[in-house]
């Protein structure tokens, strides 16, 4: 479950545009759901090889160039999946607590 | 003093302590051994060194770059012992472990939902739908329904209500659902996956509909199955019901009516008779029956439905909704028409007819004369009295025995014989107009045989409304009178001295006082 979750933090995270490994696991990390880097790297390349992102480099100051990725078609109709049966999942979850 | 490395790091270079590079490699080789079942472990293992490539010209921010122990460590924590790597590492044991506590946990029709299955569908999917449910090959399915819809005519009906009471699959999660698999992130990814590679079509993911999950069991396992059992016991229940009623407005509309006593007339023509001519005939009247019937009809159907399939939602909350409206229009319907019936009734008419009696007689037989009726149907109905009544029904006319007889002194010297036809009507002319229909005959001989029709008749046409007829004989004091026993049913409050009952005057021989009739000894 806990890989699920993270998975479609990952993807909503690209839903908003085109980021790089740093820059989710940042985002990740800043909503408390990421402690370390590392376990998004697995995630991205296999998702990547799956079809649901696609990546271009870029060039950076600071170091080696970066993986920016993005979602492709078929990760956004993923994604809008697992959004549809993340807000049913909550809603099922939250109708016990408050009953 | 220390020794420093040149190392090639995601293509930069840097200037390493020996003791951190030793550090370094030792936990890249531990990252590549735990990744060892990961899919493009290469492209993974030198994205990590690229962003350790990336934080390390973070730290060391002089030139020459070195790198220090403490460098790493720092990287190493950013990124996470391999442990912390995840489940990722592990893809094989962790699916295993998932499908068995499913299979062991939870039946497979436990989390199955009934879905229209647009993927295999003919005309609407529901045959794949329900195949899906029951696991069964779609073709069986599809020749059940054709059996019913052939041989009953109901497998449409059914099938056109089922086809608009049940969602159709649209989310992948709905999918799952529907063929028995839970709704993992995993499963999804495959159906997604499915579409992909089968259809180019784009899914309609805007009017996904949400489905509230049934949370995961927990232990009141018992209790729960038996309430399962109970909501399907009922479910089943209503089904049947649902059927019934279903079968049985088809029947109303289509088929023959419900036969009385082995006879070859239908209800339907019955009511005919008793339904106002013109715009509120039987078409009007089978409309306003099967629109009262559909409210229920449904509301019994996505009943069963949901407690059978726990099926619910806001299509049919819609369905149900509009076929109460129907159902509302239906009974507004028939208030309508048994308002129009009633105002048919609301004004009487009547007809006199005047007998002629022979001369010279005076001791009387009056018996009734049974009516010959050619071919026809017999109803009987029991009407206020409790006395049953008869009906005869031919093709065009209507037989009645509604004969009703008195008997009353006169002041003049000679007898009379009268009767009077009666109707209701909306207008009292139409009232009168519809007496003056009703056909009746009395018969008389020279020896004072007064032989009365013991059914009237009238045109089919002029409908049931109230038409009687009222049989008086008026004779003078001092002549005699014989009532055949077959009059007793019709003697209707007959005055006379003994205050006996209508039934016990029959078949005895009276003597007119100017007091009525007094027995004749």
Not at chain 2, 138 to 155: A, D, K, Q, Y
Not at chain 2, 176 to 183: D, F, H, S
Request: with cysteine; glycine share 8%; charged share 25%.
């Amino acid at each position: 479950m806990r890989k699920g979750v993270l998975e479609l933090c990952a993807l909503r995270v690209l839903g908003r545009g085109e980021a790089y490994a740093s820059g989710i696991s940042e985002a990740l990390k800043q909503a408390d759901l990421l402690v370390v880097e590392g376990t998004l790297y697995p995630l991205l390349t296999r998702m990547k090889n799956a079809g649901w992102l696609d990546y271009r480099w870029e060039e950076s100051k600071s170091g080696p160039p970066r993986k920016y990725y993005q979602l492709t078609e078929k990760g956004r109709i993923l994604l809008e999946a697992l959004n549809s049966e993340w807000t049913a999942f909550v809603d099922a979850v939250n109708s016990l607590k408050n009953s | 003093m220390k020794k420093t490395i040149d190392i090639n790091l995601g293509g930069m270079l840097f200037h390493m302590d020996e003791d951190a590079y030793a550090v370094l490699s030792s936990y890249l080789e531990a990252l590549r051994r735990h990744l060892a079942a990961t899919e493009g472990r290469e492209e993974v293992l030198s994205d990590i060194e690229a962003r350790i490539a990336e934080l390390f010209s973070q730290y060391a921010a002089g030139s020459p770059k070195v790198v220090t122990v403490l460098n790493v460590q720092a990287a190493m924590s950013t990124l996470g012992q391999p442990q912390d790597f995840g489940p990722e590492a592990e893809p094989a044991s962790e699916s295993s472990s998932e499908s068995s506590s499913e299979s062991s946990s939870e039946s497979k029709d436990r989390r199955r939902r009934l879905y229209r299955d647009a993927d295999d569908k003919v005309i609407g999917g529901v045959c794949a739908g329900f195949a899906n449910y029951f696991s069964i090959d779609v073709v069986v399915v599809r020749i059940v329904f054709l059996v019913l819809g052939f041989f009953t005519g109901f497998g449409f009906i059914l099938y056109l209500i089922l086809w608009a009471a049940t969602p159709k699959a649209v989310t992948p999660a709905e999918r799952l659902a529907m063929k028995g698999k839970p709704a993992t992130f995993e499963n999804i990814r495959q159906t997604v996956e499915e579409e992909f590679r089968n259809v180019e079509s784009k899914i309609n993911n805007a009017e996904s509909r949400r489905k509230v999950r049934n949370a995961s069991k927990s232990v009141g396992d018992f209790i729960a199955s038996l309430v399962q059992g109970l909501a399907r016991f009922f479910g089943m229940v209503f089904l049947v019901f649902a059927l019934l009623l279903g079968a049985g407005i088809l029947i109303a509309v289509f088929g023959n009516g419900i036969l009385q006593e082995d006879a070859q007339v239908s209800v339907i023509e019955l009511l005919g008779i008793f339904l106002p001519a013109g715009g509120f005939g039987k078409a009007y009247f089978w409309t306003a029956t099967v629109l009262v019937l559909i409210g229920p009809l449904v509301a019994l159907l996505l009943l069963a439905l949901r407690l059978l399939f726990r099926q619910q939602g806001l299509v049919q909350r819609g369905l149900l909704g509009a076929a109460l409206i129907l159902s509302v229009g239906g009974i507004v319907m028939m208030a309508l028409l048994g308002a129009r019936i009633g105002s048919e009734f609301r004004e009487e008419g009547s007809v006199v007819h005047s007998v002629l009696l022979p001369e010279q007689v005076q001791t009387w037989n009056l018996a009734m004369e049974s009516t010959a009726v050619m071919g026809g149907v017999e109803f009987n109905f029991n009407d206020d009295d409790l006395d049953e009544s008869s009906w005869i029904l031919t093709d065009d006319r209507v037989y009645y025995e509604g004969i009703e007889i008195d008997l009353r002194p006169t002041v003049r010297v000679k007898p009379s014989l009268e009767w009077t036809a009666e109707a209701q009507g909306g207008s009292r002319r139409a009232a009168r107009e519809r007496a003056g229909g009703i056909d009746f005959q009395v018969r008389t001989d020279s020896t004072g045989q007064i032989f009365v029709g013991d059914l009237l008749n009238y045109a089919k046409a002029d409908r049931f409304r109230g038409q009687r007829v009222q049989l008086t004989l008026y004779l003078p004091v001092g002549q005699r009178v014989h009532l055949d026993p077959n009059t007793s049913a019709y003697l209707k409050d007959v005055s006379n001295t003994s205050d006996a009952w209508d039934e016990d005057m029959a078949g005895r021989m009276w003597l007119m006082t100017d007091q009525g009739l007094a027995e004749f000894k």
